[in-house]
């Protein structure tokens, strides 16, 4: 797995489609329960987590590549990189998107945070 950290893997693939999935299945349901700025925020919330995601890819794969393609640290500091990289965004929707609709942002992104951890968990 160390070594296989790229956007042609099976299961990064597997796991960018089900974050999109659920963002857009969230945001269906946001824009029926609160409206068009519900679905925005809803996208907005899962797609904080897809773009961090593709992030951690391209950071761990540079890293592996530039190494022996072993070890942990080229995945902690992706790993590192992702945080960062979902805090800002987060920080910048929050700031400048005044007709947010907190709870659709903030359930869809950690409902896709949780798909992040629980498709590389399943073997498939």
């Known amino acids: ?3 296989d950290v790229s956007l042609q893997s099976p299961t990064i693939r597997r796991m960018l489609f089900v974050q999109l999935g659920i963002t857009v299945g969230f945001a269906i349901i946001a824009g ?3 409206g068009e700025h ?3 925020s809803a996208i907005l ?3 904080t ?3 961090a995601s593709v992030i951690y890819v391209f950071v ?3 890293g592996l590549r530039q190494g022996r393609g072993d070890g942990l640290w080229p995945l902690l500091r992706a790993e590192l990189v992702k945080l960062m990289f979902m805090a800002i965004q ?3 929707v929050l700031k ?3 007709s947010l609709v907190v709870p659709a942002l903030f359930i869809t992104f950690f409902v896709t945070l949780l798909a992040w951890r629980m498709t590389l968990l399943t073997k498939k």
């Open 60 to 62: 761990a794969n540079l």
């Open 90 to 92: 987060l920080g910048i």
């Open 96 to 98: 400048f998107y005044a």
């Open 1 to 3: 797995m160390l070594s």
């Open 38 to 40: 519900g679905a925005v």
């Open 45 to 47: 919330g899962g797609l």
């Open 32 to 34: 029926i329960v609160s």
């Open 49 to 51: 987590n897809v773009f």
